[in-house]
C-alpha cells in the first residue's frame, strides 16, 4: 500500500513580505541582522532567537537541532550547551557550523554560516550566573544526549543538587559552556508573492570584517 502523503495542497501558503532593496542594507551583516532582529521583536515574533544549529560529525553525518542564540557581534554568533551534547562532539572533530533563523510572521529567514570556537571560561561563567537556579541545577544534574534510565533519575539528582547547594553559589560545570559562530556567509530571505523570493548574501572577504554582497535567485 502506497501511504505517500502529498502535503502541498493543503499546505501552501502565500508570500506577502516587502520586497528587499539592497541599497538599504547596512555594509555589514551584523548590523543587518541587528535591524531585522529588532524588527522581529517588535512585531512580536515568538521566540526571535531560537535558531536551528546545524553540524557534522566526523563521518560528515549532518544533525541539526534548535537552540537559542544569546548575543550576537562582530565577534559571532554565540550559545551555550554541555560540551559533551551530540553538537558538542561534533563541534570538537569538525567545528563548521550553520544557523538559520525562520520568521514565519514576517516571511523572513537568516542563514549563517562559519567556524564555530568556544568562548573564554570568563564568559561562559558569566552567562551561567545570570541563569535562573534551577536551570543552573538542571545543566549539572544533565548529562546531556546520554541515554537516560527513566526520568526519575533525573529528577532525583536534581533534586540532590538542589540540597547540595541550597545555601551556596551552584558552580557552573566543567562540560558546559559557551560557542561562538564566526560568520563566514550571511543571507537574508524575505519571501514573496508566487516564490519569487528575494535573497541577499554577504560573503567575508577579510578576516577583519569585509564584506561582498550580491543578489541571488529564489
Known amino acids: 500500500m502506497n501511504h505517500t502523503r502529498r502535503m502541498t495542497s493543503i499546505l501552501r501558503n502565500e508570500y506577502h513580505g516587502q ?3 539592497p541599497g538599504s542594507f547596512a555594509e555589514d551583516p551584523i548590523l543587518q541582522f541587528e535591524r531585522w532582529m529588532e524588527e522581529a521583536i517588535a512585531h512580536n515574533v515568538k521566540e526571535p532567537n531560537a535558531v536551528h544549529l546545524a553540524t557534522v560529525d566526523a563521518d560528515g553525518r549532518p544533525s541539526g537541532r534548535i537552540v537559542l542564540l544569546r548575543d550576537f557581534s562582530e565577534k559571532g554568533f554565540s550559545f551555550f550547551t554541555n560540551y559533551g551534547s551530540r553538537k558538542g562532539e561534533d563541534l570538537l572533530r569538525n567545528n563548521n557550523a550553520s544557523m538559520t533563523f525562520f520568521w514565519s510572521e514576517l516571511f523572513r529567514q537568516v542563514r549563517i554560516g562559519g567556524k564555530v570556537s568556544r568562548l573564554p571560561a570568563a564568559e561562559s561563567d558569566a552567562y551561567f550566573r545570570s541563569r535562573p537556579r534551577e536551570s543552573q541545577i538542571n545543566a549539572v544534574a544533565s548529562q546531556q544526549s546520554r541515554v537516560l534510565e527513566n526520568r526519575d533519575m533525573l529528577e ?8 547540595q547547594f541550597r545555601d551556596r553559589p551552584v558552580p557552573r560545570p566543567d562540560d558546559w559552556g559557551g560557542y561562538c559562530l564566526l560568520p563566514e556567509y550571511v543571507e537574508f530571505w524575505q519571501g514573496r508573492e508566487h516564490r519569487l523570493h528575494d535573497r541577499l548574501q554577504y560573503i567575508r572577504t577579510a578576516p577583519e570584517g569585509g564584506w561582498a554582497i550580491m543578489l541571488l535567485y529564489p
Do not use: G
Not at 156 to 163: H, I, Q, S, V
Open 156 to 163: 532525583r539528582r536534581a533534586a540532590e543538587l538542589d540540597e
Open 19 to 21: 520586497d528587499i532593496d
